[in-house]
């Protein structure tokens, strides 16, 4: 079977600063991939390609086998339009690490407002499914909250619940957890393991290496702007085989 | 005392021709107002675009209502338009000067709150499949607004009581009246105060509302 997600030899470079040197990936549907390695290594930058926040340099990503934020025209590639990169950025769900609520709408606010502009969803239909998303989270309690009100861990699991209500295809986590304290760390952990066992596809870059190991089918550590090295969590976490993947991780360990 | 005197004898024939003057001066604040706050986002939307070719006339356009004056500005549209084949009336040209005055003014406070929203908003609402502009719309907007409230209405305090420059085209507003009765009656003190007082009447309770405004914009409920 075709991959879900397909990354072709990608570059990026902002100014002088070669970010991604030629990364190449597949997903599988179903599959959670974790990605970890040193900050500055292009893993976050790689994550915000797959949606296109970030144009890449060089290289093509597909997903279900189609062009992402380009088109082929002729023998070459031409950006998508605002309109047709937003018709494919509601396919891949984007957690980010700082939450990026919208202030201004309760938790359900957040939750429906995509359904309803970009879905073109009835209120009631958008409603119903934030309510189910956001009972999903945990959070059933607080949906006329507004984000100010809430807690880290649980603006976190709202961000999640606005992305679930989109139902992506393939759903990215940029570091979810590394804005919160510790102590709400867990609450959000839990949240994506229970997607990853309902068989959702997931690319996470985390510095959670106990997570990524219990959660994932495959670790990729990136140095460089590279992958250096990958496999599944046991032999890469346990058993690594470049000695820059084993400093990364005694490093993590001695924090 | 003179003042008290030229007062109390002719103080109401005064306030009541001042008066007179008071619609047309409530006519060209509240016209140009809408007006600015309309073509003033239009300004400050090609402001921010990505296109250079939208970015550039919108900075042309606010550098050269802001650096020449409105004086000049009037002159211009009231004197200089009929040689183009049109004849605004005294209160249209007003209204449209002023208007496109302020949208340059306006078009800065726009963008100064657009601006100051963090750009995760804007990921946000694009990783959730929003275009741009219905991300400025649903998301960047009602958050900018409320920052933006405050300098707004500051902001239409002074357009009202630059209605007066308007007298120079004849628009029949407040000052235009006072003006006629110094001629009148050379009683310039006693008259020019009176006119300040009518506008502190309808400053000082706006300034009140951009205070409340102030204290309240912290929260979102």
């Avoid at chain 1, 990853?196 to 550590?221: K, L, N, P």
């Avoid at chain 2, 047309?24 to 073509?39: C, E, R, S, Y």
């Avoid at chain 2, 006629?180 to 009140?208: F, H």
């Amino acid at each position: 079977m075709a991959p879900l997600l397909q990354i072709v030899d990608l570059h990026k470079r902002f100014l002088e600063l070669e970010v991604l040197t030629g990364v190449s990936l597949e997903v599988a549907r179903g599959e959670k991939v974790s990605i970890i390695g040193p900050s500055g290594s292009g893993k976050t930058t790689l994550l915000r390609c797959i949606n296109y926040l970030e144009k890449p340099t060089a290289g093509h990503i597909y997903i279900d086998g189609k062009l992402i934020g380009e088109k082929q025209v002729n023998s070459g590639y031409v950006h998508l339009s605002d309109r047709e990169l937003a018709k494919e950025r509601q396919e891949i769900g984007f957690v980010f690490q700082r939450f990026n609520l919208f202030p201004h709408l309760t938790a359900l606010g957040n939750v429906t407002i995509a359904p309803q502009k970009v879905l073109g969803l009835g209120r009631e239909e958008a409603e119903a499914r934030g309510r189910a998303m956001l009972t999903k989270v945990g959070l059933a309690h607080k949906i006329d909250e507004y984000p100010e009100r809430l807690s880290g861990g649980q603006q976190q699991r709202v961000a999640i619940a606005r992305v679930l209500a989109m139902q992506p295809k393939l759903m990215l986590f940029d570091e979810a957890t590394s804005a919160l304290d510790p102590e709400l760390i867990g609450e959000v952990l839990r949240v994506m393991r229970q997607l990853a066992e309902e068989g959702s596809t997931m690319v996470i870059v985390t510095h959670e290496i106990q997570f990524a190991g219990e959660v994932s089918d495959r670790v990729i550590f990136m140095d460089g702007g590279k992958i250096v090295e990958q496999g599944p969590p046991r032999d890469v976490l346990l058993n690594p085989q470049l000695p820059r993947t084993r400093d990364f991780l005694k490093h993590l360990q001695e924090r | 005392m003179r003042f008290f005197e030229v007062l109390g004898q002719k103080g109401e024939y005064f306030l009541i021709t001042l008066l007179g003057g008071w619609p047309t001066t409530v006519k060209v604040a509240a016209g140009a107002l809408v007006f600015a706050l309309i073509f003033g986002l239009v300004i400050a939307l090609l402001r921010l675009s990505r296109w250079r070719a939208f970015r550039i006339p919108a900075i042309a356009y606010i550098e050269f209502f802001r650096g020449t004056p409105l004086l000049v500005q009037l002159f211009v549209i009231y004197f200089g338009l009929p040689d183009a084949g049109f004849e605004p009336t005294p209160l249209q040209a007003a209204i449209v000067g002023m208007g496109l005055n302020g949208s340059a003014y306006l078009a800065e406070i726009y963008r100064a709150g657009i601006e100051a929203i963090h750009r995760g908003q804007m990921e946000a609402a694009l990783s959730l499949g929003m275009t741009p502009a219905r991300a400025m719309r649903y998301i960047i907007l009602p958050q900018a607004m409320r920052t933006m409230l405050p300098p707004i209405t500051s902001f239409s305090i002074v357009m009202l009581k630059d209605t007066a420059v308007v007298s120079v085209i004849a628009a029949p507003e407040i000052m235009f009246y006072a003006r006629n009765l110094v001629t009148e009656t050379l009683q310039s003190a006693v008259i020019y105060c009176m006119a300040g007082a009518l506008y502190l009447c309808m400053t000082v309770p706006m300034a009140r509302l951009v205070a409340r405004l102030e204290r309240s914009r912290r929260a979102w409920q």
